[in-house]
């Protein structure tokens, strides 16, 4: 079993950062790709920002430029540096995982976290 947690939502003003982090562990062989959604309320989930095991990363058009998505393979640990946050930022951000679980099962797995609330105020 595979388990995210992650931490780094609040309260901020539009303008300011925050930082969010997403901490896989359980039994984990590898990690692919990594990625945080968000889900505003009345609104469908959407793919905020991915990043592959191979480090290359993409991103919504309304966050380019302003989000950055980051990995530390050592930590299991993926982040999503966020900055000039606006009010229409404010939403629950959620982590994906995707990768293989330890032998003997070797079977791929995706795991989500359980959610961090963002908001921003005007």
């Known amino acids: 079993q595979v388990q995210l947690v992650e931490s780094g939502g609040g309260l901020v003003q539009a303008g300011g950062s925050l930082r969010l982090s997403c901490t896989a562990s359980?039994?984990?062989?590898?990690?692919?790709?990594m990625a945080w959604y968000r889900q505003a309320p009345g609104k469908q989930r959407e793919l905020v920002a991915s990043?592959?095991?191979?480090?290359?990363?993409s991103y919504d058009d309304s966050v380019k430029g302003r989000f950055t998505i980051s990995r530390d393979n050592a930590k299991n640990t993926v982040y999503l540096q966020m900055n000039s946050l606006k009010p229409e930022d404010t939403a629950v951000y959620t982590c994906?995982?995707?990768?293989?679980?330890?032998?003997?099962?070797?079977?791929?797995?995706?795991?989500w976290g359980q959610g961090t609330q963002v908001t921003v105020s005007s």
């Open positions: 990043i592959t095991g191979g480090g290359s990363t």
């Open positions: 359980g039994s984990i062989l590898s990690i692919n790709s």
């Open positions: 994906k995982v995707v990768g293989f679980r330890t032998p003997p099962l070797l079977t791929k797995f995706e795991s």
